[in-house]
T-cell receptor, first 114, second 117 residues
Framework: AQKVTQAQTEISVVEKEDVTLDCVYE???????LFWYKQPPSGELVFLIR??????QNEISGRYSWNFQKSTSSFNFTITASQVVDSAVYFC???????????FGTGTRLTIIP | GAGVSQSPSNKVTEKGKDVELRCDPI?????LYWYRQSLGQGLEFLIY????????KSGLPSDRFSAERTGGSVSTLTIQRTQQEDSAVYLC???????????????FGAGSRLTVL
């Protein structure tokens, strides 16, 4: 069975602070994909990143960075110099190779205080 | 269209009534997905279409739920004899399905909020 745990239900930080959203996953498969999606107040989930299980390189995209560690089954997401527009619910998700069903975590609601 | 379009955006119905939720995917996207987002359960997979066929309908919670897709485009999710526990936001997503299964990036609609009184 697959499982994604986002232990942080809600986080609030002051604008310009850095913030890390945690994601821990469980799967018995050796080939899998990990995703992060952002859900702003409008409701539409927006894709942020996809990672496959063979690629443990960390990735940086502007103010966003992701740390994938298979040894701890974690795929954490860091926002540097946070902005008010980053306020949203962030979901981590997992799927196995050959399977179209995404297993989502329960999400982390991030509030950036101006 | 430019994005995934869902209708209605809000639906209030009485317990026992049937409801239909519509999803219009991005033109050219062959894969279509339905998810349900509720307070107690987070985001749950319901069904996946590739073209007009549904290889995976394992997430449909009961036989009151059904979905179809016609012309490889529009999909309708039908809930019969609605119950209060069906109250949730129903999200539709589509994908080009240009990667291997599991790797596809989904584009989501804004959802249909269903309230069963």
């Amino acid at each position: 069975a697959q499982k994604v745990t986002q232990a942080q239900t809600e986080i609030s930080v002051v604008e310009k602070e850095d913030v890390t959203l945690d994601c821990v996953y469980e799967t018995r498969d050796t080939t899998y994909y990990l995703f992060w999606y952002k859900q702003p107040p409008s409701g539409e989930l927006v894709f942020l990143i996809r990672r496959n299980s063979f690629d443990e390189q960390n990735e940086i995209s502007g103010r966003y960075s992701w740390n994938f560690q298979k040894s701890t089954s974690s795929f954490n997401f860091t926002i540097t110099a946070s902005q008010v527009v980053d306020s949203a619910v962030y979901f981590c998700a997992l799927t196995n190779f050959g399977n179209e069903k995404l297993t989502f975590g329960t999400g982390t609601r991030l509030t950036i205080i101006p | 269209g430019a994005g995934v379009s869902q209708s209605p955006s809000n639906k209030v119905t009485e317990k026992g009534k049937d409801v239909e939720l519509r999803c219009d995917p991005i033109s050219g996207h062959t894969a279509l997905y339905w998810y349900r987002q509720s307070l107690g359960q987070g985001l749950e997979f319901l069904i996946y279409f590739q073209g007009n066929s549904a290889p995976d309908k394992s997430g449909l919670p009961s036989d009151r739920f059904s979905a179809e897709r016609t012309g490889g485009s529009v999909s309708t999710l039908t809930i019969q004899r609605t119950q209060q526990e069906d109250s949730a936001v129903y999200l539709c997503a589509s994908s080009l399905a240009d990667r291997g299964a599991g790797a596809n990036v989904l584009t989501f609609g804004a959802g249909s909020r269903l309230t069963v009184l």
